[in-house]
């Protein structure tokens, strides 16, 4: 109790001493200012809340005492259809987000109201392959930054919504498309492409935030002459998928990028592209200022049922153990060491057939009885995987990982299909089972150090939402039903909810502006704010 | 003047283009050609199989797709709007590439519909059966309308079975008689949510110690939403109540032989078969 006191009086002084910035118009957001991101909890800065993709807000003033209480403070409309699936930044009281079909909004983040807004004018033939989605832009100095589903990146002015550069990065009649939220770093604007299902080749960049000039890219695929290339049959790796399409995390201290990969193309047919199809569902660790790799670990090898290992790699400290964890898609709770890569565990969180086994580098082994044939198999997890895209979260006050996990098996066949570029490429084709079990799911508080489920949440149905921890003891996530819900972090009991009216399909983040916390989250077509009365 | 012309030129132009992307939208380019019914096969194994089964013979959430008689109209025209479109107020999503759906280019919406036309069952009439016979059981004797709606009439405790000539085969309308809970009907459709509710069987103690069995409408993980068999809707907060159960048996009785012979049932499904074409 007089913890959280003293807590809540330096978070005032903090905020107080922030809000002498926004008086005087929003300061410039520095690299700084990111790798601090802990020093003003008022703000959320970059996607996953700080670079170490913990997505915890150091805010209490919402807490497991007065939970119950919270009410709705505004509603902001996007009128757009589809799935909205952004993470909002808050700079000094003004909240930046992004909508359907690269919309984005400037918001007066103590009212809703707008400030400016954007909307980019896409070609009729972009193909993303799930949705006109978008999760979010990155700032840095007076810019946002957005990767547009037409394959390009553009900065645009933080204060008006201006365009200020706008590049391509690749051409998007081939399939490829930009739906994640990019990182900044330095003076880097660093994203990965999205495409895995239409026979691209993934690749992740960086931008001069100043300029526009592409300072690097690391394609994901390795070309002729490059370690790994030997991985792929044939000429298999020109069409490899290994996309990149959430956004990474970054270590201060050592310079390294976390980024993760999907699956690789066609993603449920191995037949054509022999060999562990290096660097699909891999973790790379990545140099921010060249983008050389330094060491990789890879989940699924040959991967055929889209283990995509797109999920946010969060970095935990244990005593003097640096590690990386990551819930990944395959049904695996993985822990590694930050420094090599290595893998120290790899347990499920959920029902898992596809694997039995480990081989020497700890990764699980496929078995032969899960390998889809043209009639089907029935597989656990099935098509969406025990968790997929959605942000997890790790609050290092309980110690605890939580994430959204589903409860699903589907049956897995391939459909052969010749490449066609800028088309389809799956090479597979999932269902359901006449007699399948409901399709179920949970938020599951996983304790990285021994891979044990502490407490689930069940869903009735399973949810896509991304979780939010906070010092207030508080676990915030939402469901398919359209709830908004907060959690008690150490038990998962439901101290809260309020219903949207709309799935979510998004994660929840947290901000503060004139010393009043606010927990948003988009779901529906709006984005909702909530705080105490 | 000039300005005229060049706006009537303008104009003209526009219309020329919305005729040719109308007539694109009208008409099966590739209408009988094998090889694009082979290409519509994988795309409608990767894109529509989810919901409407392999072969197209209907799945979990989508109709089977090989009867002519389909509920939103089965003209290339109609077939090509329903694609690319989707039917607001179903799973159905919209497909084509400005849609939030799967993203299918025109061209392959017509290898899809290509492939559809096929795999269509060529009846040379109505299923067997008497299907005047058949509505006179529903409505009578098999008292299927003290539970299922028709065209206004019946009841309300099971899904109203209006479309489901133009949705399910006549085989999958006789199984779930004889076996009511190897699927369980779908149920209300929300826009943003992934799936649809079923008509789970739900069974709650009330806090006062009432026992109340119905079937579900709508349920969340905080509350439900359900009709018992007089058709009263009640509404719980699950946490106010003594008790909250729900399975997986239809509350729909097992027709079986005894129940129902053969020849009724044929009688039955000829009469459901026929309903549900668009008008």
């Given at each position: 109790?007089?913890?959280?006191?003293?807590?809540?009086?330096?978070?005032?002084?903090?905020?107080?001493?922030?809000?002498?910035?926004?008086?005087?118009?929003?300061?410039?957001?520095?690299?700084?200012?990111?790798?601090?991101?802990?020093?003003?909890?008022?703000?959320?800065?970059t996607y996953s809340?700080?670079?170490?993709?913990?997505?915890?807000?150091?805010?209490?003033?919402?807490?497991?005492?007065?939970?119950?209480?919270?009410?709705?403070?505004?509603?902001y409309q996007t009128a757009a259809g589809g799935k909205f699936e952004t993470t909002p930044l808050?700079?000094?009281?003004?909240l930046y987000g992004t909508g359907p079909d690269n919309r984005v909004f400037a918001l007066?983040?103590?009212?809703?109201?707008p400030?400016w807004l954007y909307q980019r004018q896409l070609p009729g033939d972009i193909r993303p392959c799930c949705g006109r989605v978008n999760r979010g832009v990155a700032i840095l100095?007076?810019k946002v930054f957005l990767g547009t589903l037409d394959s390009h990146v553009m900065a645009l002015d933080a204060?008006t919504g201006n365009v200020i550069w706008d590049v391509t990065s690749v051409d998007y009649k081939l399939g490829y498309s930009f739906t994640l939220a990019p990182l900044a770093v330095?003076?880097l604007i660093i994203l990965g492409v999205s495409g895995g299902e239409y026979g691209i080749r993934g690749f992740v960049d960086a931008y001069d935030a100043?300029t526009g000039e592409r300072k690097w890219r690391f394609y994901t695929v390795?070309?002729?002459?490059?370690?790994?290339?030997?991985?792929?049959?044939?000429?298999?790796?020109k069409i490899g998928g290994a996309p990149a399409w959430i956004t990474g995390?970054?270590?201060?201290?050592?310079?390294?990028l976390?980024w993760p990969t999907g699956n690789p193309s066609p993603s449920?047919?191995?037949?054509?592209?022999?060999?562990?199809?290096?660097?699909s569902?891999?973790?790379?660790?990545?140099?921010?200022?060249?983008?050389?790799?330094?060491?990789?670990?890879?989940?699924?090898?040959?991967?055929?049922?889209d283990?995509d290992a797109t999920q946010i790699?969060?970095?935990?400290?244990?005593?003097?153990?640096?590690?990386?964890?990551?819930?990944?898609r395959?049904?695996?709770?993985?822990?590694?060491?930050?420094?090599?890569?290595?893998?120290?565990?790899?347990?499920?969180?959920?029902?898992?057939?596809?694997?039995?086994?480990?081989?020497?580098?700890?990764?699980?082994?496929?078995?032969?009885?899960?390998?889809?044939?043209?009639?089907?198999?029935?597989?656990?997890?099935?098509a969406a995987g025990?968790?997929n895209w959605e942000s997890?979260?790790?609050?290092?006050?309980?110690?605890?990982?939580?994430?959204?996990?589903?409860?699903?098996?589907?049956?897995?066949?391939?459909?052969?299909q010749?490449y066609e570029a800028g088309h389809g490429f799956y090479g597979s084709?999932?269902?359901?089972?006449?007699?399948?079990?409901?399709?179920?799911?949970?938020?599951?508080?996983?304790?990285?150090?021994?891979?044990?489920?502490?407490?689930?949440?069940?869903?009735?149905?399973?949810?896509w939402s991304g979780?939010?921890?906070?010092?207030?003891?508080?676990?915030?996530?939402?469901?398919?039903?359209?709830?908004?819900?907060?959690?008690?972090?150490?038990?998962?009991?439901?101290?809260?909810?309020?219903?949207?009216?709309g799935a979510v399909y998004a994660a929840?983040m947290?901000?503060?502006?004139?010393?009043?916390?606010?927990?948003a989250i988009a779901a529906g077509e709006s984005l909702?704010?909530?705080?105490?009365? | 003047?000039?300005?005229?012309?060049?706006?009537?030129?303008?104009?003209?132009?526009?219309?020329?283009?919305?005729?040719?992307t109308?007539?694109a939208q009208?008409?099966?380019?590739?209408?009988?050609?094998?090889?694009?019914?082979?290409?519509?096969?994988?795309q409608?194994?990767i894109n529509c199989?989810f919901?409407?089964?392999?072969?197209?013979?209907?799945?979990?959430?989508?109709?089977?797709?090989?009867?002519?008689?389909?509920?939103?109209?089965?003209?290339?025209?109609?077939?090509?709007?329903?694609i690319n479109l989707g039917?607001p107020?179903?799973?159905m999503p919209p497909n084509g590439t400005t849609g939030q759906g799967v993203g299918m280019t025109d061209e392959e919406i017509?290898?899809v519909?290509?492939?559809?036309?096929?795999?269509?069952?060529?009846?040379?009439?109505?299923?067997?059966?008497?299907?005047?016979?058949?509505?006179?059981?529903?409505?009578?004797?098999?008292?299927?309308?003290?539970?299922?709606?028709?065209?206004?009439?019946?009841?309300?405790?099971?899904?109203?079975?209006?479309?489901?000539?133009?949705?399910?085969?006549?085989?999958?309308?006789?199984?779930?008689?004889?076996?009511?809970?190897?699927?369980?009907?779908?149920?209300?459709?929300?826009a943003t949510?992934e799936?649809?509710?079923?008509?789970?069987?739900?069974?709650?103690?009330?806090?006062?110690?009432?026992?109340?069995?119905?079937?579900?409408?709508?349920?969340?993980?905080?509350?439900?939403?359900?009709?018992?068999?007089?058709?009263?809707?009640?509404?719980?907060?699950?946490?106010?109540?003594?008790?909250?159960?729900?399975?997986?048996?239809?509350?729909?009785?097992?027709?079986?032989?005894?129940?129902?012979?053969?020849?009724?049932?044929?009688?039955?499904?000829?009469?459901?078969?026929?309903?549900?074409?668009?008008?």
């Amino acid at each position: 109790m007089r913890e959280l006191r003293l807590r809540r009086v330096h978070l005032v002084l903090v905020i107080l001493a922030s809000f002498s910035l926004s008086a005087n118009g929003a300061a410039q957001v520095t690299f700084e200012r990111i790798v601090n991101s802990s020093k003003e909890p008022q703000n959320w800065l970059t996607y996953s809340g700080n670079y170490a993709g913990h997505r915890f807000s150091p805010l209490d003033q919402v807490n497991t005492e007065n939970a119950h209480s919270l009410v709705a403070k505004w509603v902001y409309q996007t009128a757009a259809g589809g799935k909205f699936e952004t993470t909002p930044l808050v700079v000094d009281g003004i909240l930046y987000g992004t909508g359907p079909d690269n919309r984005v909004f400037a918001l007066d983040a103590r009212t809703g109201r707008p400030i400016w807004l954007y909307q980019r004018q896409l070609p009729g033939d972009i193909r993303p392959c799930c949705g006109r989605v978008n999760r979010g832009v990155a700032i840095l100095g007076d810019k946002v930054f957005l990767g547009t589903l037409d394959s390009h990146v553009m900065a645009l002015d933080a204060k008006t919504g201006n365009v200020i550069w706008d590049v391509t990065s690749v051409d998007y009649k081939l399939g490829y498309s930009f739906t994640l939220a990019p990182l900044a770093v330095k003076n880097l604007i660093i994203l990965g492409v999205s495409g895995g299902e239409y026979g691209i080749r993934g690749f992740v960049d960086a931008y001069d935030a100043d300029t526009g000039e592409r300072k690097w890219r690391f394609y994901t695929v390795p070309g002729p002459g490059e370690p790994g290339h030997e991985s792929w049959e044939g000429d298999s790796w020109k069409i490899g998928g290994a996309p990149a399409w959430i956004t990474g995390t970054y270590e201060p201290a050592s310079n390294l990028l976390f980024w993760p990969t999907g699956n690789p193309s066609p993603s449920n047919r191995g037949a054509g592209r022999a060999g562990d199809n290096l660097y699909s569902n891999t973790l790379l660790a990545l140099d921010a200022d060249t983008g050389k790799l330094k060491w990789y670990s890879q989940f699924t090898g040959h991967d055929e049922h889209d283990w995509d290992a797109t999920q946010i790699p969060v970095m935990i400290d244990q005593g003097d153990k640096s590690l990386i964890a990551q819930a990944n898609r395959n049904g695996f709770f993985y822990v590694l060491d930050r420094k090599t890569g290595k893998i120290l565990s790899a347990d499920p969180f959920g029902k898992v057939t596809w694997a039995k086994g480990k081989d020497v580098q700890g990764r699980p082994l496929a078995v032969k009885e899960a390998q889809p044939t043209p009639e089907g198999r029935m597989v656990c997890p099935g098509a969406a995987g025990t968790t997929n895209w959605e942000s997890p979260t790790f609050d290092s006050q309980t110690g605890l990982f939580y994430v959204t996990t589903r409860e699903q098996c589907d049956i897995f066949s391939t459909a052969p299909q010749p490449y066609e570029a800028g088309h389809g490429f799956y090479g597979s084709a999932y269902f359901p089972a006449d007699d399948t079990e409901p399709y179920w799911g949970a938020l599951r508080a996983i304790d990285p150090a021994s891979g044990k489920i502490k407490w689930e949440f069940q869903h009735p149905s399973p949810s896509w939402s991304g979780v939010l921890s906070t010092a207030g003891h508080l676990v915030f996530t939402g469901d398919a039903e359209g709830n908004f819900i907060a959690l008690d972090a150490a038990s998962g009991k439901a101290l809260w909810h309020f219903q949207t009216g709309g799935a979510v399909y998004a994660a929840p983040m947290a901000y503060a502006v004139d010393g009043k916390e606010y927990v948003a989250i988009a779901a529906g077509e709006s984005l909702y704010t909530f705080g105490l009365p | 003047m000039l300005c005229t012309r060049a706006k009537i030129a303008g104009w003209s132009a526009l219309l020329l283009l919305m005729t040719a992307t109308l007539s694109a939208q009208n008409k099966n380019p590739y209408a009988g050609n094998p090889k694009m019914a082979i290409a519509g096969a994988s795309q409608f194994r990767i894109n529509c199989a989810f919901c409407h089964g392999l072969g197209a013979h209907g799945g979990g959430r989508g109709p089977d797709l090989t009867s002519a008689h389909k509920r939103h109209g089965n003209s290339d025209a109609e077939l090509f709007q329903t694609i690319n479109l989707g039917i607001p107020g179903t799973a159905m999503p919209p497909n084509g590439t400005t849609g939030q759906g799967v993203g299918m280019t025109d061209e392959e919406i017509w290898e899809v519909i290509t492939y559809l036309r096929s795999v269509e069952v060529k009846t040379s009439g109505p299923p067997p059966g008497n299907a005047a016979h058949g509505k006179e059981l529903f409505f009578g004797d098999a008292n299927c309308s003290g539970c299922h709606m028709v065209e206004g009439k019946g009841g309300r405790f099971g899904p109203d079975l209006t479309g489901v000539g133009g949705a399910r085969a006549p085989e999958y309308i006789a199984d779930s008689v004889r076996n009511p809970s190897r699927r369980l009907a779908k149920g209300l459709f929300e826009a943003t949510k992934e799936f649809p509710q079923e008509y789970e069987s739900v069974t709650v103690t009330t806090a006062d110690g009432k026992e109340i069995k119905g079937v579900a409408l709508n349920e969340d993980h905080f509350s439900v939403q359900l009709m018992d068999a007089s058709e009263h809707i009640y509404m719980f907060e699950k946490d106010k109540l003594r008790s909250f159960e729900k399975n997986r048996m239809s509350l729909m009785p097992v027709y079986d032989t005894s129940l129902l012979s053969d020849k009724d049932l044929q009688d039955i499904v000829a009469f459901l078969a026929g309903l549900g074409e668009k008008q």
